[in-house]
């Protein structure tokens, strides 16, 4: 599967952003989807997956409460609401497919395709 993210951009702290993920290619339906972020200096981490029907989903502690990931099938896309902005946010945020459907594996060798990122950039 194709993925290309965007959506990414420069905000305030408290701001809001939403970013999103257009997938093609093999069956996107089948399967979770992922957010990950790689900041500068640091490995990349993740962030939030989101099973194959968008029933459930699953967060890093550190964007719990403040992230909301959603994907609409019939469009092909996933997204990422982001609220509550922080300076610790600032990041390039990539998307993901999963080999799988659920929510359980969200480690980054779990995903096999991955869009070519979008930088979001949290000023204080």
Known sequence: VQ???????????????????AASGRTFSNYAMGWFRQAPGKEREFVAVISWSGGSTYYSGSVKGRFTASR????????????????????????AASYYSGTDYYASTDFGSWGQGTLVTVSS
């Open 3 to 21: 993925l290309q993210a965007s959506g990414g951009g420069l905000v305030q702290a408290g701001g809001s952003l939403r970013l999103s993920c």
């Open 72 to 95: 609409d099938n019939a469009k092909n896309m996933v997204y990422l609401q982001m609220n509550s902005l922080e300076p610790e946010d600032t990041a390039v945020y990539y998307c």
